[in-house]
């Protein structure tokens, strides 16, 4: 028994195998959609510091032993180790602290967390590791998915 087919699918089929153009056009097509996507999806470059924390009054500083440009950082991952509880620290205002006389660190960070009552896991980890060394992930710049794919293959230098 013949089985019926759709006219729809006849003129797809004969569309595209008796032009030259349709065929390659859907291609074309195709390929600037993904192209479209990966130049438009950003993805942040997130670099690990070790790092220490000091309190300041009611304001926590983060002492980091690199130069890091602090008009980027709109948020901040921390921990002890990543398969327990990663912290995130946003929108606070970070600013930098000012640097003492003996200040051993590149940079300073300082930040307030009274004003906002969910972040006392937050604050508990913080008190818990004040002159204890742990991670932070920080966030440097953003790049395009295209880029980095195919200008650094997927590694950030």
């Known amino acids: 028994m013949k089985l019926k087919q ?21 291609v074309l097509l195709g390929m600037g959609i993904i192209l479209f996507i990966t ?10 510091y070790q790092v ?5 009054g009611s304001a926590y500083v ?3 032993n690199e130069e890091l440009d602090t008009q980027v950082i709109n948020k901040i991952f921390i921990y002890e180790k990543k398969n327990k509880a990663v912290y995130q620290i946003v929108d606070v205002g970070f600013y930098p602290a ?25 604050i508990e980890f913080l ?7 742990f991670k932070a992930d920080i966030p440097i710049k953003k790049i395009s998915l295209l880029e980095r794919i ?4 997927g590694v950030e230098n």
Not at 127 to 133: E, L, N, Q, T
């Open 6 to 26: 759709s006219q729809i699918g006849r003129f797809y089929i004969r569309l595209v195998t008796k032009s030259l153009f349709f065929f390659p056009a859907f």
């Open 39 to 48: 130049i438009n999806t950003k993805l942040d470059v997130i670099k690990t």
């Open 52 to 56: 220490n924390v000091s309190k300041d």
């Open 62 to 64: 983060l002492l980091l």
């Open 98 to 122: 000012p640097m003492g006389d003996t200040a051993q660190s590149k940079t300073k960070l300082s930040f307030d967390l009274s004003s906002n009552a969910d972040n006392k896991p937050l």
């Open 127 to 133: 008190d818990k590791h004040i002159g204890v060394p």
């Open 150 to 153: 195919f200008t650094n293959g």
